[in-house]
């Protein structure tokens, strides 16, 4: 499966790419929206993973204009914020899934995997 992550700080974006690598996963890592607007044009993905806050254009602004685009690939979006967490945004965006900035690394991962065995079992979110 291929997973593009967006996430301009350089330790939290290398930290993901490493792990979700070892576990057999093809990765794209990309520092800006931006940049991976660009990309999410011409590659397909099975799944973004993207951080909420970062430079000249946040993950909420990606979303919406991912989705204006017609692409409507499983985004995972880290997050601090607690008003972006829960299924109230969720439901807005089936194909949403915010997740706490603040867990461990191996909780992300483990959110990761169960969110890819249900895109590959094509399962609802």
């Not at 909420?60 to 299924?87: C, D, H, Y």
């Amino acid at each position: 499966m291929k997973i593009l992550i967006i996430d301009d700080e350089k330790t939290i974006r290398k930290a993901l790419g490493f792990a979700l690598r070892k576990k057999g996963y093809q990765i794209l890592e990309k520092e800006t929206a931006l940049e991976s607007m660009r990309v999410i044009r011409t590659h397909s993905f099975d799944l973004i993973i993207i951080d909420n806050q970062m430079p000249f254009m946040d993950g909420k602004t990606f979303i919406e204009r991912t989705r204006k685009a017609g692409i409507e690939t499983p985004v995972i979006m880290l997050t601090s914020e607690t008003t972006l967490l829960g299924p109230k945004h969720e439901k807005k965006d089936r194909n949403l899934y915010a997740v706490s900035k603040d867990l461990d690394l191996s909780e992300i991962i483990s959110i990761i995997e169960n969110k890819l065995d249900q895109i590959e079992q094509g399962e609802p979110n």
